[in-house]
């Protein structure tokens, strides 16, 4: 079973977003690989977020691209428009989900094979609220273990 960890009551989906990403990439051990990271959301969302990925720190450098790039296999980072992209197929990448949307993936057996740990970010916003509940219970059910950590506390 997969490790599903919600993210609930984030105030800024995008800027959160780095944030973790830069959490979860810099936490390689000495002597490991780097971890790798597809961030799954809307076009529109992953654009502003390409954007922000560049600017958001001063001194972080996190390497991204999005799956239909020609470096996407060699690139820690990757994001994408769809679970079920054919680029998906095509990288290596398969140790942490980052999803920013508010669909529940289709084909959730599949997922969950292919990535140990998924991240569901949910806002404040009421109709993300309630996918995300959709997602937890849909998750739940499937058997996963869930983790919940409440932004609106920190």
């Keep these: 079973m997969a490790r599903i960890d919600f993210h609930s009551n984030v105030s ?12 979860i990439w810099s ?3 000495e002597g490991h690989a ?3 990271i597809v961030i ?14 560049w600017t958001f720190s001063t001194t972080d450098f996190l390497p991204h691209c999005f ?17 079920a992209s054919p680029d998906l197929s095509n990288i290596p990448h398969a140790d942490v989900l980052i999803h920013l949307g508010m669909r529940m993936p289709a084909d959730v057996p599949a997922l969950v094979a292919r990535f140990p740990r998924i991240v569901e970010v949910v806002t404040v916003n009421e109709a993300e609220r309630l996918a995300g509940r959709e997602r937890f219970k849909a998750y739940r059910d499937l058997g996963h273990e869930l983790h919940n950590f ?3 506390k920190s």
């Design 27 to 29: 936490t390689a051990q």
């Design 40 to 53: 799954v959301g809307e076009k529109a969302d992953l654009q502003s977020l390409d954007e922000l990925l």
């Design 34 to 36: 780097v971890r790798n």
């Design 67 to 83: 799956i239909n790039d020609e470096l996407a296999a060699e690139t820690p980072i990757v994001l994408a428009d769809n679970f």
């Design 150 to 152: 409440d932004q609106s």
């Design 12 to 23: 800024d989906k995008l800027e959160y977003a780095c944030r973790l990403t830069r959490k």
